[in-house]
C-alpha cells in the first residue's frame, strides 16, 4: 500500500463526460431560478459571460495540463509556476470548492428525489455519498464508465426537453429583459460561475488518462463548448415558458418547465434527469476532489498517509475516505453557502491557471513542453485575470470575506505544517533568475518536467537514452577550426574507449577527408570504426560561434560525435538513425541554442522526438 503511482485508465469519452457530467447539474436544475430572480431574462447573458470567462481559464488549464498531466491538477501546477505558498492556498481553496460543489449537488439530488420520494433529503445525501466513496475505491474506470452512461443519457433528456419546449416559449416573458440593470448581470455572472466546475474535475485525474497531452485538452474544450450551449438553450426554454412569476428562487425550474409543455409525465422524466445529473456531479466530485490531498501530500505540503495507493484497486482510498467525510459534513451547511463558497474558490482557481501560464512562458523553462497552447497568448490570461477579479468584487463584500477566510486557513496549514517539508522548485524563481542573473535554481525543476514528459509521452529508456545520460557535453563560447575540435573530442574521448587520444584523432581526421561528415550548415555527424570490441561512445558539442568544417561548412553549431567498435555496428547505425530524428524537428535549432548549459543540451537529444 505504499504506492503512489497511478494507472493510465481513461480515453476522450471517459474524460468528456466526466467534465460534461459534472457540469450538467446544479448549473441547469437548481441555479437557473435563483440567478432568475436576480438578473431577470438577462440571466443568459449572465450563464454566456461567465462560459466566456471560464473559456479563457479552460484555454490556459488545457496548456498547463497537456505540459504537467499530474494527479491533483490545477494545485501541480500553479505549485510549480508560483511556488508551495500559493499551490497550498489553491489546492486547499480546490479541494474545499469541489467537496462544496459536490455536497451541493448532493442535497439538489435529494431534493429532487422527494419529487418522487417522501425521504429525508440528508439520509438519501449520506446514503448516496458512500455509495460513491465504495465507487471510486473500487476503481476509477469503474467510476469512469458509470459516468459515460448517466451522461448519454442526461443529454438525450436535455435534447427531448429543448426540442419540444422552443415551440412553447413565450417572447412576453422576455420583455422586461435587465430588470436589475446590468451591474446584476454581472454578478450574477459570478453566481452562476461554479456551473462550470467540472473542468477542475477533469484536470485532476490526468495522470490517470492515456495520453494526457491530447486527451484532456480536447476533453475539456468539447465539454465546455457542448454544455455552454446546452445551458443557453435550457434557460432559454425555462424562461420563455415559465415567466418570472414562476421562476424566480424555484428549485426545481427545470421540473416546472417540464410541467408546462410535457404534463405531469415530463415532470417527473426532468426530475428523473436531475437526480441522474446530480448523480453524476457527485461521483465526478469524489474522483476528482480526493487527487487534490493526494497531490498535496507527496510534496510534503498535507500528511503522507493521504498519498497511499491501494495496492489492489490501484485508487488513493485514503485520500476519498477523507473527501468524502468534508462532503459529508458539507451536506449540513445552508444552500446559499454552498453556492457561493464554491464560485468564489472557482473564480480564483481560473485565475491562479491565468498568471500560471504566464509565469511558466516567461520563466524559460526547457522542459516545460505543453502539446496544447493557448491561442493568443498573453491576452486571453490577461483578460481572464481581470476577468475573474471584476466577478469576484462584483460579488460583494461577503464573498471577499469567505476569500479571506479560506487563504487565511491556507496559509496556517502551509506556515505550521508544509513550510518545513517542501523543498519544490518552482517557475517563479526561474523567472526572477532571468531578469537579476542571480543563481536560485538547481534544475530540480527541468529533471522533474523532464521526466513528467517521459511519463506523459510513455517514453521508456533504451540504450542510446542511457549513453546520452551519461556521455560528454562540451559547451564552447568561441570560434574553432575543424583540427583543433577534434583534438578537444580525442583527449575528452580516449579515456573511456581505452584508445590513444593521437590515434583517435587521426582517425576522425581520415575520416572526415574521405567524405564529410556535415548533414547541414549547422549540424555534423562525425562517426568512426575503432578496433577493439564492445565499445561505443558519443559525445555532444554545442559551439555558440560556429565550428569551421570547411570553406562550405563554416558555422556548425551542433556536433554529434559517435565512436565504436565493429561489433557495435548495429547499434552504431540505431544511433545515427535515432540522432537523424531528432535533429528533423521543427523546433530543434532553437531548443539547443537556447539551452541554458550542459545539462539543458543533454535534455534536448533525450527529449526529442523519435522512433523507439
Same mark, same amino acid.
Given at each position: 500500500?505504499?504506492?503512489?503511482?497511478?494507472?493510465?485508465?481513461?480515453?476522450?469519452?471517459?474524460?468528456?463526460? @466526466? +467534465?460534461?457530467?459534472?457540469?450538467?447539474?446544479?448549473?441547469?436544475?437548481?441555479?437557473?431560478?435563483?440567478?432568475?430572480?436576480?438578473?431577470?431574462?438577462?440571466?443568459?447573458?449572465?450563464?454566456?459571460?461567465?462560459?466566456?470567462?471560464?473559456?479563457?481559464?479552460?484555454?490556459?488549464? !488545457?496548456?498547463?495540463?497537456?505540459?504537467?498531466?499530474?494527479?491533483?491538477?490545477?494545485?501541480?501546477?500553479?505549485?510549480?509556476?508560483?511556488?508551495?505558498?500559493?499551490?497550498?492556498?489553491?489546492?486547499?481553496?480546490?479541494? #474545499?470548492?469541489?467537496?462544496?460543489?459536490?455536497?451541493?449537488?448532493?442535497?439538489?439530488?435529494?431534493?429532487?428525489?422527494?419529487?418522487?420520494?417522501?425521504?429525508?433529503?440528508?439520509?438519501?445525501?449520506?446514503?448516496?455519498?458512500?455509495?460513491?466513496?465504495?465507487?471510486?475505491?473500487?476503481?476509477?474506470?469503474?467510476?469512469?464508465?458509470?459516468?459515460?452512461?448517466?451522461?448519454?443519457? &442526461?443529454?438525450?433528456?436535455?435534447?427531448?426537453?429543448?426540442?419540444?419546449?422552443?415551440?412553447?416559449?413565450?417572447?412576453?416573458?422576455? *420583455?422586461?429583459?435587465?430588470?436589475?440593470?446590468?451591474?446584476?448581470? #454581472?454578478?450574477?455572472?459570478?453566481?452562476?460561475?461554479?456551473?462550470?466546475?467540472?473542468?477542475?474535475? $477533469? +484536470?485532476?485525474?490526468?495522470?490517470?488518462?492515456?495520453?494526457?497531452?491530447?486527451?484532456?485538452?480536447?476533453?475539456?474544450?468539447?465539454?465546455?463548448?457542448?454544455?455552454? =450551449?446546452?445551458?443557453?438553450?435550457?434557460?432559454?426554454?425555462?424562461?420563455?415558458?415559465?415567466?418570472? /412569476?414562476?421562476?424566480?428562487?424555484?428549485?426545481?425550474? =427545470?421540473?416546472?418547465?417540464? #410541467?408546462?409543455?410535457?404534463?405531469?409525465?415530463?415532470?417527473?422524466?426532468? /426530475?428523473?434527469?436531475?437526480? %441522474?445529473?446530480?448523480?453524476?456531479?457527485?461521483?465526478?466530485?469524489?474522483?476528482?476532489? /480526493?487527487?487534490?490531498?493526494?497531490? %498535496?501530500?507527496?510534496?510534503?505540503?498535507?500528511?503522507?498517509?493521504? *498519498?497511499?495507493?491501494?495496492?489492489?484497486?490501484?485508487?488513493?482510498?485514503?485520500?476519498?475516505?477523507?473527501?468524502?467525510?468534508?462532503? =459529508?459534513?458539507? %451536506?449540513?451547511?445552508? &444552500?446559499?453557502?454552498?453556492?457561493?463558497? !464554491?464560485?468564489?474558490?472557482?473564480?480564483?482557481?481560473?485565475?491562479?491557471?491565468?498568471?500560471?501560464?504566464?509565469?511558466?512562458?516567461?520563466?524559460?523553462?526547457?522542459?516545460?513542453?505543453?502539446? #496544447? *497552447?493557448?491561442? %493568443?497568448?498573453?491576452?486571453?490570461?490577461?483578460?481572464?485575470?481581470?476577468?475573474?477579479?471584476?466577478?469576484?468584487?462584483?460579488?460583494?463584500?461577503?464573498?471577499?470575506?469567505?476569500?479571506?477566510?479560506?487563504?487565511?486557513?491556507?496559509?496556517?496549514?502551509?506556515?505550521?505544517?508544509?513550510? =518545513?517539508?517542501?523543498?519544490?522548485?518552482?517557475?517563479?524563481?526561474? &523567472?526572477?533568475?532571468?531578469?537579476?542573473?542571480?543563481?536560485?535554481?538547481?534544475?530540480?525543476?527541468?529533471?522533474?518536467?523532464?521526466?513528467?514528459?517521459?511519463?506523459?509521452?510513455?517514453?521508456?529508456?533504451?540504450?542510446?537514452?542511457?549513453?546520452?545520460?551519461?556521455?560528454?557535453?562540451?559547451? @564552447?563560447?568561441?570560434?574553432?577550426?575543424?583540427?583543433?575540435?577534434?583534438?578537444?573530442?580525442?583527449?575528452?574521448?580516449?579515456?573511456?574507449?581505452?584508445?590513444?587520444?593521437?590515434?583517435?584523432?587521426?582517425?576522425?581526421?581520415?575520416?572526415?577527408?574521405?567524405?564529410?561528415?556535415?548533414?547541414?550548415?549547422?549540424?555534423?555527424?562525425?562517426?568512426?570504426?575503432?578496433?577493439?570490441?564492445? *565499445?561505443?561512445?558519443?559525445?555532444?558539442?554545442?559551439?555558440?560561434?560556429?565550428?569551421?568544417?570547411?570553406?562550405? +561548412?563554416?558555422?556548425?553549431?551542433?556536433?554529434? $560525435?559517435?565512436?565504436?567498435?565493429?561489433?557495435?555496428?548495429?547499434?552504431?547505425?540505431?544511433?545515427?538513425? +535515432?540522432?537523424?530524428?531528432?535533429?528533423?524537428?521543427?523546433?530543434?535549432?532553437?531548443?539547443?541554442?537556447?539551452?541554458?548549459?550542459?545539462?539543458?543540451?543533454?535534455?534536448?537529444?533525450?527529449?526529442?522526438?523519435?522512433?523507439?
Amino acid at each position: 500500500m505504499n504506492s503512489t503511482k497511478l494507472t493510465k485508465k481513461l480515453g476522450l469519452l471517459d474524460i468528456f463526460c @466526466i +467534465a460534461s457530467g459534472a457540469m450538467i447539474s446544479s448549473g441547469i436544475f437548481i441555479l437557473p431560478g435563483l440567478a432568475h430572480a436576480r438578473a431577470g431574462p438577462a440571466v443568459i447573458v449572465s450563464y454566456f459571460l461567465a462560459g466566456l470567462l471560464a473559456m479563457m481559464a479552460v484555454l490556459s488549464q !488545457a496548456e498547463l495540463v497537456s505540459a504537467m498531466p499530474k494527479a491533483g491538477g490545477t494545485y501541480f501546477y500553479v505549485t510549480r509556476s508560483m511556488g508551495p505558498v500559493v499551490g497550498t492556498i489553491d489546492g486547499l481553496l480546490t479541494w #474545499f470548492s469541489l467537496c462544496l460543489k459536490t455536497a451541493f449537488a448532493l442535497v439538489g439530488m435529494a431534493a429532487f428525489t422527494r419529487i418522487l420520494l417522501n425521504m429525508n433529503i440528508h439520509i438519501i445525501a449520506i446514503t448516496l455519498c458512500f455509495i460513491f466513496i465504495a465507487i471510486n475505491i473500487i476503481g476509477i474506470k469503474e467510476a469512469g464508465k458509470v459516468q459515460i452512461g448517466l451522461v448519454i443519457g &442526461l443529454l438525450a433528456l436535455m435534447i427531448i426537453y429543448v426540442v419540444s419546449g422552443i415551440p412553447n416559449v413565450n417572447v412576453e416573458y422576455f *420583455k422586461d429583459f435587465a430588470p436589475n440593470g446590468m451591474p446584476a448581470v #454581472f454578478s450574477t455572472a459570478g453566481f452562476v460561475f461554479v456551473s462550470f466546475g467540472g473542468i477542475l474535475k $477533469v +484536470a485532476s485525474i490526468a495522470e490517470e488518462v492515456k495520453n494526457p497531452g491530447r486527451t484532456v485538452p480536447l476533453g475539456m474544450i468539447l465539454s465546455l463548448l457542448i454544455v455552454g =450551449i446546452f445551458y443557453i438553450l435550457v434557460i432559454f426554454v425555462t424562461s420563455g415558458v415559465l415567466g418570472a /412569476s414562476r421562476l424566480d428562487n424555484s428549485l426545481t425550474p =427545470i421540473s416546472d418547465g417540464a #410541467f408546462v409543455f410535457l404534463g405531469e409525465w415530463g415532470k417527473i422524466l426532468l /426530475s428523473i434527469a436531475a437526480i %441522474l445529473a446530480f448523480v453524476s456531479t457527485a461521483n465526478a466530485g469524489i474522483m476528482a476532489a /480526493s487527487r487534490y490531498p493526494l497531490a %498535496l501530500s507527496r510534496d510534503g505540503l498535507l500528511p503522507d498517509f493521504l *498519498k497511499k495507493v491501494n495496492k489492489r484497486f490501484q485508487t488513493p482510498h485514503i485520500a476519498i475516505l477523507t473527501t468524502g467525510g468534508i462532503m =459529508i459534513v458539507s %451536506l449540513f451547511f445552508t &444552500l446559499d453557502i454552498l453556492v457561493e463558497a !464554491a464560485s468564489t474558490v472557482l473564480i480564483l482557481t481560473y485565475l491562479f491557471s491565468s498568471a500560471a501560464v504566464i509565469v511558466m512562458r516567461q520563466s524559460g523553462l526547457q522542459n516545460y513542453r505543453p502539446q #496544447f *497552447k493557448s491561442p %493568443l497568448y498573453p491576452w486571453v490570461q490577461i483578460i481572464g485575470i481581470l476577468g475573474c477579479g471584476f466577478l469576484l468584487f462584483e460579488m460583494g463584500r461577503e464573498v471577499l470575506l469567505i476569500v479571506g477566510i479560506l487563504v487565511s486557513i491556507a496559509l496556517i496549514v502551509y506556515g505550521f505544517y508544509g513550510r =518545513i517539508r517542501s523543498r519544490k522548485e518552482f517557475a517563479l524563481l526561474y &523567472l526572477i533568475e532571468r531578469i537579476t542573473a542571480k543563481e536560485l535554481t538547481t534544475r530540480s525543476l527541468e529533471d522533474e518536467l523532464k521526466e513528467i514528459i517521459r511519463e506523459r509521452d510513455d517514453i521508456s529508456k533504451d540504450r542510446f537514452d542511457e549513453l546520452i545520460e551519461k556521455c560528454t557535453v562540451l559547451d @564552447i563560447d568561441q570560434t574553432m577550426e575543424m583540427e583543433e575540435f577534434f583534438r578537444l573530442i580525442a583527449d575528452e574521448m580516449s579515456p573511456e574507449l581505452d584508445i590513444e587520444a593521437e590515434a583517435l584523432y587521426g582517425l576522425l581526421l581520415k575520416r572526415e577527408k574521405e567524405s564529410t561528415t556535415v548533414i547541414n550548415p549547422d549540424i555534423a555527424l562525425p562517426h568512426i570504426i575503432i578496433q577493439g570490441s564492445g *565499445k561505443f561512445g558519443i559525445l555532444l558539442a554545442r559551439c555558440r560561434e560556429g565550428i569551421k568544417f570547411s570553406e562550405n +561548412a563554416l558555422g556548425v553549431k551542433t556536433v554529434f $560525435v559517435l565512436v565504436g567498435t565493429r561489433d557495435e555496428r548495429n547499434f552504431h547505425l540505431k544511433a545515427l538513425a +535515432a540522432i537523424a530524428q531528432i535533429v528533423q524537428e521543427v523546433d530543434f535549432e532553437r531548443r539547443w541554442i537556447t539551452a541554458k548549459n550542459k545539462e539543458g543540451l543533454r535534455d534536448v537529444v533525450l527529449l526529442g522526438k523519435r522512433k523507439r
